[in-house]
């Protein structure tokens, strides 16, 4: 159980478009999903916390506008990269957290992971 | 604020020979303790987490690790290593006063010699 999955597993796209990343929690309900980056070598970054139903909450440095996030369901977080460009290049993790009153600490469970190449 | 800090960002260690993985963390609140592995191209999976209780925690693929309130350190540990071992590690913290947010160390990555 705790499957999250994300589409696509990789993606390449022109400079100057946008770019959306889906992720999904198949056999169980998340309220809260979190957006990662990940460069080559390093580890994770969080760039926001999603929550189902509300704004989500960006850390300090991601452009909100850049980087939109949607949680419009209990099992689907989105990513979009908007004007994409080079930089942007970069491996995006989503993760779930599992929802309910006999969750006694917060594991996230993790998905494969998005690998976007900006040319 | 939590900061995790792993000590080592790479270690080579031949095959069954065992291995230990440093992590520490500061935090001005109480804590729980992650330990995730990433193989290439691929997410994190859950090698082990402390939350609360015994000290001395065990998780999957043989992986044992420490919690060290005192020395705020939660090294992770194997006895003997495989070549299927070679992945990238990474220490984890949360906080327990709830918002889910983790922070993780740079990782560790560990390579098994044959």
């Known amino acids: 159980g705790a499957v999250v999955s994300q589409h696509p597993s990789w993606v390449i796209c022109k400079s100057g478009t946008s770019v959306k990343i889906e992720c999904r929690s198949l056999?169980?309900?998340?309220?809260?999903m979190f957006w990662y980056r990940q460069f080559p070598k390093q580890s994770l970054m969080l760039m926001a916390t999603?929550?189902?139903?509300?704004?989500?909450?960006?850390e300090q440095g991601v452009e909100k506008d850049k980087f939109l996030i949607n949680h419009a369901s209990l099992t689907l977080s989105t990513l979009t990269v908007t004007s994409a460009h080079p930089e942007d290049s970069s491996f995006y993790i989503c993760?779930?957290?599992?929802?309910?009153?006999?969750?006694?600490?917060?594991?996230?469970?993790f998905g494969p992971g998005t690998r976007l190449t900006v040319l | 604020a939590q900061s995790v800090t792993q000590l080592d960002s790479q270690v080579p260690v031949f095959e069954e020979a065992p291995v230990e993985l440093r992590c520490n963390y500061s935090?001005?609140?109480?804590?729980?303790l992650f330990w995730y592995v990433q193989y290439p191209n691929q997410g994190l999976q859950l090698l082990l987490k402390?939350?609360?209780?015994?000290?001395l925690v065990k998780g999957i693929n043989g992986f044992e690790a420490e919690f060290n309130k005192s020395q705020t350190s939660f090294h992770l540990r194997k006895p003997s290593v495989h070549i299927s071992d070679t992945a990238e590690y990474f220490c984890?913290?949360?906080?327990?006063?709830?918002?889910?947010?983790?922070?993780f160390g740079a990782g560790t990555r560990l390579f098994v010699k044959a």
């Open positions: 993760s779930a957290t599992l929802t309910g009153a006999t969750i006694a600490y917060n594991e996230q469970f």
């Open positions: 056999d169980f309900q998340a309220t809260t």
């Open positions: 999603s929550n189902e139903g509300s704004k989500a909450t960006y």
């Open positions: 935090s001005s609140v109480s804590v729980y």
């Open positions: 402390y939350l609360s209780g015994s000290t």
């Open positions: 984890a913290v949360s906080e327990r006063t709830g918002g889910f947010k983790t922070i």
